[in-house]
């Protein structure tokens, strides 16, 4: 059968969005692998599920290229937001929206009937070793000295509603199809990781670049900057409530640090098409 998609983009980290508010999609996790193809596939970090909620405006389910499922994504959740309004499915300027890592909160920036900016309230930064997971004898992971890699790395642990590892290091030094691997799969964290090289390269900015557990190194990684933001400020690089720019390999993000992460940014629409299932 033909099924429409929608390919957006937020900050680079693209994914192929499927309307299933009054269809269903059945085998997600294999199609994702089929689809995120770059040569044989439409080509993206994974597809997004957009769905019916009995408890928010719609629901996320979100499937990385492995064809395993993601708790959250921060990129993805946006151009949700954007889908939304743009279709007439949920006309509002604040939305909410279902995840596995619970409701997030939209602020939509229309322009003449389009979105192309929306901001997230992505919750509050867990720091707490149990909830990220990592297992490690401290009950926070805050510039921490582990052996990973062959080597010895000061790791700063987090959860956004997934577990990510920040790592304070020239992200351009790095074979990162080499290193991330070994932190994506390493023994102390049970569930797989996330892993950002960062750097501060201005008074309130940071570079980073991502490893994705799932994925691989993307363009961006939406909650990822939120962790490398909140990760900046737990090391006093910046003080809490201002707002920190993430330089990404695909964009900038706009992140503010307070008791709750708020992710800025932008979220296009690549193309739309039909695909044969």
Known sequence: MLRRFVKMEGAGNDYIYFDCLREQLFAPGPLAVRLSDRHKGIGGDGIVLICPSEIADAKMRMF???GSEGMMCGNAVRCVGKYLYESGAVRKEEMTVETRSGIKKLKLYPEGG???RVRADMGAAVFDAEKVPVVLPVRQAVDHPVQIAGGTHRITCVSMGNPHCVVFEDPDALDLTKIGPLFENASIFPERVNTEFVQKIG?????????????GETLACGTGACAAAAAAVAAGMFPRGVDIEVRLRG?????NVGESVFMT???RTVFT?????
């Open 64 to 66: 990385n290229a492995d």
């Open 114 to 116: 389009r979105v192309f």
């Open 203 to 215: 008074e309130r900015t940071l570079k980073m670049r991502v490893w994705e557990r799932g994925s």
């Open 251 to 255: 964009g900038t993000l706009t992140i």
């Open 265 to 267: 940014g932008e979220a």
């Open 273 to 277: 098409g039909e695909i044969e299932l």
